[in-house]
C-alpha cells in the first residue's frame, strides 16, 4: 500500500477503573439507536473493535451493568461515542435512551478486551448485521482518517430503511442489503447476505470482523470461510443479550 | 459500589425474585435463554472424530475416544453460570463426566491445567479449581446433545468461574507446573474469574 505508515501500535494494558465522564452530545440514529458522545475526565486511546462496560448505580444502590462497543475512532481523543439500541425490556438501554440528557454524567469504564480489535491489518473485510456495525464503524472511521487506500469493506445487513445507523456516513466503502423493507426506490441489494454480496465487496482474504445477531454472525462467518478466509481471521462478535 | 454516584434517575427494571437474589454475582443479571458468545466461526467437530486427551505434566497421559467415553461414569450437574458479559442462567442442568473420575490414574504433578479445544481457544484453571466435584466435560444440556453452538459435541464445565473458563469443543486438559494465561486471560479477562469477587478483567 504504497509505503503508509501503520497506524501507531496502541499498548495493550489493563482497563482503566471506572470513571465518571459527561454526556456532551446525543445523536438519534434511528427511531431506537441513539449515539452517546461521553468525555471522560481519563481518557485512554481505544483500538478499534474493543467496548466500554456501562454501569447505572440507582438511588437505593442498585446498580446494573452493560458492555457497549465504541463506535468512534481513537483519534477522537478526551472520549468515546457509544451507540445504543434500545430493547424495551432492558434496563440500562431504556435508561440512556429516555432518561440520559446532554450534561448528565455517567459512569464507564474501559477500553476493555483485545480480541475483536483491528490492529491495521489489511485486507480487511466488515461484516455487520443491525448494530453489529457499531465496532464495525469504529474501524472504518479510524481507516477512513488514518489510512484511507488501505482495502477495507463493510457489508451492512438491515432489516429496513429507516434503521440504517450512520446513514449519512456510509459511502463507496459500504454496501448495503436489506432484509425486509427497502427505502422506496432502493434499487440497490435485498435479502440476507450471501456469496454472491460477499464476492461483490472485492476484499481479499485477509481479516474479517463479523458482528450482529447470533444467526446472523453464524451464517456471515460462514460465508467469509467459503471465500477463502483463514478460521482464525475470522473474528466474531455476538451480541449477548444487552438490556 | 463505594464512590457515592448516582446516575440521575435511575431505577431498577428487573428484579430477581427474592429465593434467587442470593444466586446472583454481583453486577449480573438473571438471563432465561442461553446467549451465544464466540470469539470466531464455529467449528463443526463430529462426534466420531472427537477425542479427549489430558496430557502434561501427569504420571500417565489418557485418551478417550467419543464411544469409549460414552461408557464413563455419566453425571448431571444442575448448576448456575455467570458470563462475563454480565448475565447469569440460573437453575440449568448439563450431564457429562467429572473431571475427577478423568483424572483417575493421571497422577498429576503440575498445580495448574490448560484447557484446550479444536479452533484453538485455550483456558487456564488451578487443578484444585477443576478437581473434588467442580468440573465436568459436558455433552449434553437440559437432556439433550450439547449444540454446536454451545460447544457440542463436548465442552468443559466449570460452574464455579465466569463461563469463559468453561472451554466450548474441548479437546483436552493440559497439566502444568506454571500458571500460563489462556486465550482471554492474554486479551484482558482476568486470570482467575472469581464471579463472586467480580474479576472480570486484568487488575480487577
Redesign the interface.
Known amino acids: 500500500m504504497g509505503g503508509l505508515a501503520p497506524p501507531p501500535p496502541v499498548e495493550q494494558r489493563a482497563p482503566g477503573r471506572w470513571q465518571v465522564g459527561t454526556v456532551t452530545r446525543i445523536k438519534r440514529e434511528t427511531p431506537r439507536v441513539k449515539s452517546f458522545r461521553i468525555d471522560l475526565p481519563i481518557w485512554i486511546p481505544h483500538l478499534p473493535g474493543q467496548h466500554y462496560d456501562v454501569r447505572l448505580t440507582a438511588e437505593d444502590g442498585y446498580q446494573a451493568q452493560r458492555s457497549y462497543s465504541i463506535a468512534s475512532s481513537p483519534l477522537d481523543e478526551g472520549g468515546i461515542e457509544l451507540t445504543i439500541d434500545l430493547l424495551e425490556d432492558g434496563e440500562v438501554s431504556p435508561h440512556f435512551h429516555d432518561v440520559v440528557v446532554e450534561g448528565d454524567r455517567v459512569e464507564v469504564r474501559g477500553p476493555l478486551t483485545s480480541y475483536f480489535v483491528w490492529h491495521g491489518e489489511s485486507p480487511a473485510l466488515l461484516l455487520g448485521g443491525g448494530s453489529g456495525v457499531v465496532p464495525l464503524m469504529a474501524m472504518l472511521r479510524h481507516r477512513r482518517r488514518t489510512m484511507p487506500e488501505l482495502p477495507m469493506r463493510l457489508v451492512y445487513s438491515v432489516r429496513a430503511g429507516e434503521a440504517v445507523i450512520y446513514a449519512d456516513e456510509l459511502g463507496d466503502d459500504a454496501i448495503l442489503t436489506f432484509t425486509r423493507e427497502p427505502p422506496s426506490g432502493w434499487s440497490g441489494h435485498t435479502g440476507r447476505i450471501d456469496a454472491a454480496l460477499v464476492a461483490e465487496a472485492g476484499v481479499e482474504p485477509g481479516i474479517a470482523f463479523v458482528c450482529g445477531s447470533n444467526g446472523f454472525v453464524e451464517a456471515a462467518s460462514q460465508l467469509a470461510l467459503e471465500a477463502g478466509f483463514d478460521p482464525e481471521q475470522v473474528r466474531t462478535e455476538r451480541f449477548g443479550p444487552t438490556g | 459500589?463505594g464512590?457515592g454516584?448516582?446516575?440521575?434517575?435511575?431505577?431498577?427494571?428487573?428484579r430477581p425474585p427474592d429465593e434467587l437474589a442470593d444466586r446472583l454475582p454481583?453486577?449480573q443479571?438473571v438471563?432465561p435463554?442461553f446467549?451465544?458468545?464466540?470469539?470466531?466461526?464455529?467449528?463443526h467437530i463430529d462426534a466420531d472424530a472427537w477425542g479427549f486427551r489430558i496430557d502434561g505434566m501427569v504420571g500417565q497421559e489418557r485418551e478417550w475416544t467419543w464411544d469409549e467415553f460414552q461408557a464413563l461414569p455419566f453425571e448431571t450437574v444442575p448448576c448456575d453460570i455467570h458470563?462475563v458479559?454480565?448475565?447469569s442462567k440460573l437453575s440449568t442442568n448439563f450431564g457429562g463426566v467429572s473431571v475427577d473420575t478423568l483424572l483417575e490414574g493421571v497422577e498429576p504433578r503440575g498445580d495448574f491445567a490448560v484447557q484446550y479445544s479444536y479452533?484453538?481457544y485455550t483456558t487456564n484453571v488451578p487443578l484444585a479449581d477443576i478437581t473434588g466435584g467442580k468440573a465436568w466435560v459436558v455433552t449434553e444440556h437440559e437432556g439433550e446433545p450439547l449444540p454446536r453452538?454451545h460447544g457440542g459435541p463436548a465442552r468443559m464445565l466449570v460452574p464455579h468461574l465466569y463461563f469463559w473458563k468453561s472451554a466450548k469443543w474441548v479437546a483436552g486438559l493440559r497439566i502444568m507446573d506454571d500458571d500460563e494465561p489462556g486465550?482471554?486471560e492474554q486479551?484482558?479477562?482476568h486470570n482467575y474469574g472469581d464471579p463472586w469477587k467480580e474479576q472480570r478483567?486484568?487488575?480487577d
Open positions: 459500589m464512590n454516584f448516582v446516575s440521575r434517575g435511575f431505577q431498577r427494571r428487573r454481583p453486577g443479571y438471563e435463554g446467549p451465544v458468545l464466540t470469539a470466531g466461526p464455529t467449528p458470563c458479559t454480565k448475565w479452533g484453538g453452538t486465550f482471554w486479551r484482558g479477562y478483567y486484568w487488575g
